[in-house]
């Protein structure tokens, strides 16, 4: 099927250039382009946390409330949105406490690794609406590599924070890190074999070729309609990556306090939240790419952004979903999971998916 | 597997059912029931200063003070260390004390929730339920039957 | 209901005990409940065994301890757990100068705890005692507050290296590898103010030790200087405050009905039982709401369900009392208010809660029970054998759970229960599972309990609707009259001992709370397994610690 793709590498025209063309940049050289390439990323990236300005104090609450029969925040602005404004005063008014025995420089960049590795991921995924940052050959794998980082951020976070309940947070999350990360990309894997390519732009290009064309309606070859299986693996080994229900052992909030975020107050903590709903949304954007053909959807391409959109955000309803209604697994339960199960599991869908490919091929 | 769909579908019915069991409070204030006791009301008009009330009152909240004639001085209640039993409402005989439904007070300390007799006084009726009406208190054990007809205000 | 006939417990006389102690005996002092037996304090062990192993007086329900003029005394009270109406007290006086007597820890678990407390309070010493520390005041207290001689006046000094970090030193174990973690006094899973000294290996709970008393309010001190009639009554009510508070104001109304002998009228007494189920329903229902808190460890939709379910109860409760906690409702002889009017309303309204739970119930399935991963956590978790359960003398659901077929409200029945149809629920799974649906069957067998106080009310006869004996209005029982009684209550058997001293108060006046018995066993149910296992056995034995630290 490769050899019936038409790779159309370099055609796509990515966000830096088009601001560079648009603003007149492009003609002050190196310089220009970099200033471009600056806005660019400055764009996406204050959409993104604004994003997670809606998730984080809004929606979640709102979401959480609806589950559970409540009314949730409603007294400021419409629909009480007022409250990300009110939240975002009150969080980083608030008094900054570093514990004593704090390793100091680790305790300070924890919040930072954890929160800009997400913000990097999403450097290379497509958008849709020519929101594209960057297409390099490697995509996938750098979107994995830079979301790894995370957990380094955590360990840092749970060891510097000279807290027993950070320790075991941070050690937590470490175990479960290894131990979902390999299901993770090994299933990320699948969707190789049957792209050939770790291009996102392409992994998007080759999704959206029909299926079954029923006339009308052609339904597209997203991942997940082609293997299902794979997709389910890999929403379960996203879901423990990012730590939420039922993975979400390394905060445990009932058992070990609030784990490696324990002893972070004001604005670190405010950036380990950050972090934690860039995650979330970064694991949303890599399954909307990957499976669920990236932007696109119904309607002109112009729109894609809002299928996106409307695709990451889906994700986290699922993620609010699950935490609603299921329990926290527990951590060795979550450990013989990921090794026993989920890696078992992964392997036996790269097989599948080679037998899948070679006789769509 | 079924069991997690299974909660899943239960709270997604939650969800989507859009039904809420909160209210905003203070616009919407929850029913209170009229036996409820709340903050008392204290009538010097109708009191026999007999100090049965300071005397069953289980934790010394109530403070009564008269003069060398027995002429009620000062009555006060401190009622932030009250514990809402309504012993003094169930043993006065005249009912000069008793326990409106109001639950709402506030005071910057907890010296500002002693009441004197006046403060006592000008506690509102909550809703403008009549306690004793719903309480029907029986007071056969104090003073033998009722006297009838109350009118507290 | 089972008739508890098939229990084949040996009826023991006062003459089989009388040979059964023999010379032990230095004389008697019976009390109301039970004929009691005055030891040595060296004979303790030997006669505690005797009586559990020969005579079958496997439940030592309560210890209480007092100071009188001339002697210290510990009292031993013991019941069988296959008919808990078979009582025996076993009175241990000691001198003045030196109150040393045996220690009964080896032979119930349970005494460890209690000894402590009678210990910190009264200043009795234990011998043998495995760990002889104060429990419900800090280490650092000068004195015993409920001994004689006893200075309320007296200042309590700690001194600056008393004071010192208690986790300064770090318990980091070179050899062993083990961690030390403080989980509490403040933390999201404790339920209150509860310190647990945790030994870890890994995630792996080696050692547990319960440091309670962090919400000692000298309830017993309160209630002793209350006067029987009517200052007692408020007080039940705060020590298991989360809505059980009907079914502790019956515990004292019991046993101070028995003590004064008062006779309630029927009619109350169907209000009292009707009252008290409804408690029931509020207190389980927060068990299980607080339990799912633990294992999902948000505050996630099961427990905003059971909180929405319980007020409904509440708003019942509310319209009967007139408070939504603190009832104050029963009064000696009776309860304070009829039913509210219209009386036909508050019927209808609690016969819709009670139409209504068991689709309710069938919710709490779907979501909770039936989910595999609430499954997988669960089972085989806190895993209580009855046998250890029977030594720690547990009760109520954590005892049933584990298969203890134990129910003062059938085995030591009182109001109106024996008149009524319904089962004990017992389980024999003995882990966390069992004691969630345990509580969530006995939620149903009490809505059947209120469903026919309901139709009894009802139809009640209107000329024979009294509310309160005639009970004078000062209660001066006979001085040294001594009586324990027990009711169920929402966490277990809740037993007075109170003995009178001819004045209108109590000379002592002793709380058996079943949640200090239940919290005693969780370093058994607990060790070996992992952190998250501890937190959800914590939440299982359904402990509040008003109740726990009085």
Known sequence: MIEGTPLQAGDTVLLPERIGDLTGLDQFGLAGELLATFLAAFLVGNLMLAMTGVAGPWAKRKITAAFTDRIAVNRLGPAGLFIIVADAVRLLSKELIVPENADRPAYDLAPIVVASSALLGFAVIPMGSGIHLADPEVGLVFTFAVAGIASVGLVMAGYSSANKYSLLGGLRAVAQNVAYEIPLIVTGMSVVIFTGTLQMSEIVAVQNEPLVDLGLVAIPQWFAIVNPFAFVLFLVANFAEVGRNPFDTPEAPTEIVAGYQTEYSSVYFVLIYLGEFLHIFLGGAIIATIFLGGPAGPGPEAIGIVWFLVKIWGVFLLTQWLRSAVPRVRIDQLIEIGWKGLLVLSFANLVLTAVIVGLIA | MIGILKSMATTMKHALDGSTFTVEYPETAPDVSPRFRGVHKFSQERCIWCRQCENVCPNDTIQIVMDDQRNGEQYNLHIGQCIYCRLCEEVCPVDAILLTENFEFTGDTKHDLVYNKEQLKAVPWYKDIDPLESREPDRGAWIGEGEGEVDYQ | ?550
């Open chain 3, 1 to 550: 209901m089972s008739t508890g006939l098939e229990r084949q417990g040996r009826e023991v006389t006062e003459d089989d005990l009388e040979a059964l102690i023999g010379d032990r005996a230095l004389g008697r002092d019976d009390h109301l409940n039970a004929p009691g037996f005055v030891i040595r304090p060296d004979d303790v062990q030997d006669v505690l065994f005797d009586l559990r192993d020969e005579a079958g007086f496997d439940h030592l329900s309560c210890l209480t301890a007092q100071q009188y003029e001339d002697r210290y005394e510990s009292i031993y009270h013991m019941k069988k757990y296959a008919d808990p109406t078979q009582e025996v007290s076993v009175v241990v006086p000691t001198s003045i100068d030196d109150p040393v007597s045996q220690s009964a820890e080896p032979v119930f678990r349970t005494a460890d705890w209690h000894e402590r407390e009678a210990f910190d309070l009264v200043g009795i010493d234990y011998e043998g005692h495995p760990d002889p520390r104060r429990i419900l005041l800090p280490e650092t207290w000068q004195g015993h507050p409920l001994s004689k001689d006893y200075d309320q006046e007296q200042p309590q000094v700690v001194t600056l290296s008393e004071h010192a970090n208690p986790i300064q030193p770090d318990h980091h174990d070179q050899e062993s590898d083990t961690m030390f973690l403080n989980i509490g006094p403040h933390h999201p899973a404790t339920h209150g103010v509860l310190h647990l000294e945790t030994v870890l290996d890994g995630e792996t709970v080696v050692d547990v030790d319960p440091d309670v008393g962090y919400l000692h309010r000298c309830e017993e001190q309160m209630c002793q200087s209350g006067t029987y009639r009517h200052q007692i009554m408020p007080y039940p009510d705060r020590w298991d405050y989360v809505s059980a508070g009907l079914l502790n104001e019956w515990a004292y109304a019991r046993v101070a009905e028995d003590l004064a002998d008062i006779e309630v009228p029927e009619y109350a007494q169907v209000i009292r039982t009707m009252g008290a189920e409804l408690c029931r329903i509020a207190s389980h229902m927060l068990a299980l709401a607080t339990f799912a808190l633990d294992v999902y460890g948000d505050f996630t939709a099961v427990f905003q369900y059971g909180m929405r379910d319980r007020e409904v109860v509440q708003d019942i409760l509310e319209d009967l009392t007139g408070q939504r906690l603190m009832f104050n409702y029963f009064r000696l002889g009776g309860v304070a208010w009829d039913l509210p009017e219209p009386r036909g309303e508050f019927l209808e309204k609690t016969r819709d809660f009670l139409d209504g739970l068991p689709a309710k119930v069938d919710e709490y399935h779907d979501l909770l029970t039936g989910n595999e991963i609430f499954q997988v956590r669960t089972h085989d978790t806190g895993v209580l054998e009855p046998e250890v359960a029977k030594s720690y003398g547990c009760t109520g659901p954590v005892a049933r759970a584990s298969g203890v077929d134990y129910d003062l409200r059938r085995d030591d029945p009182y109001g109106y229960y024996e008149n009524l149809e319904w089962d004990v629920v017992t389980r024999q799974g003995c882990d966390n599972y069992a004691r969630v649906l345990c509580r969530m069957e006995e939620v149903e067998e009490s809505a059947k309990i209120i469903e026919q106080c309901v139709d009894l009310l009802e139809d009640w006869p209107e000329d024979d609707r009294e509310i309160q004996a005639n009970v004078p209005r000062t209660l001066k029982p006979d001085p040294d009259t001594e009586v324990y009684r027990a009711v169920e209550g929402a966490k277990g058997e809740l037993g007075i001992y109170i003995r009178s001293d001819g004045t209108d108060k109590p000379g002592r006046f002793k709380i058996r709370s079943p949640c200090f018995h239940n919290l005693s066993a969780l370093g058994e149910m607990s060790e070996g397994e992992y952190v998250p296992d501890l937190i959800a056995s914590l939440g299982s034995l359904d402990i509040v610690l008003g109740e726990v630290d009085r």
